[in-house]
């Protein structure tokens, strides 16, 4: 019997800024589907048709400790890839000692900054939301999946899934 890989230490950089020691959670972006259903004529039930992402997009939810200028100040950003987040996680696996390096290389803008409470002697903690228009997982230095919303790429599990589609537009 196998035991399965655990998260056990994390890390995230912003631009390139480690949160060491700042970054208490991190909230990975949900990979969504949009999907129609479909029943047509001799067909027994529907079967949804793939129109791409889910009309959230990508989110990535993180949570900081204390005062964190380096978020607030990129808030409001003009560029839709303007901010470039990376994720960086340790999973173990307890039967074999194994540890597996896992990232998450994302670009976007941060779409909300809750500050939290404020209340003197207490934990204080912002949490982000950050829209992303760029996602790549990384898994032992192997790309899983790679998605460029805005330059219509999908690559998953080295198949470009889009390549098909954007032979068809001409781009």
């Not at 994390?10 to 990975?28: Q, R």
Request: glycine share 10%.
């Amino acid at each position: 019997m196998a035991m399965p890989s655990k998260l056990k230490n994390l890390n995230l950089f912003n631009d390139a800024n480690s949160y060491l020691g700042v970054v208490k959670s991190v909230t990975l972006p949900p990979l969504g589907r949009k999907m129609e259903a479909y029943r047509g004529g001799g067909m027994n039930g529907p079967v949804k048709a793939d129109m791409g992402f889910s009309d959230d997009g990508i989110q990535f939810e993180w949570k900081t400790g204390g005062l964190d200028l380096i978020a607030l100040k990129q808030f409001g950003a003009v560029n839709a890839s303007g901010i470039a987040l990376r994720f960086t996680g340790a999973f173990q696996q307890d039967d074999t000692e194994e540890v597996s390096a896992v990232e998450v290389v994302m670009r976007g803008r941060h779409e909300t900054i809750e500050m939290g409470d404020a209340q003197p002697g207490e934990d204080t903690e912002h949490s982000i939301t950050t829209t992303c228009t760029y996602y790549k997982l990384i898994v032992d230095n192997e790309e899983i999946i790679e998605i460029d919303l805005l330059n219509f790429i999908e690559i998953v599990n080295g198949v470009d899934m889009l390549a098909k589609q954007r032979k068809a537009l001409g781009i």
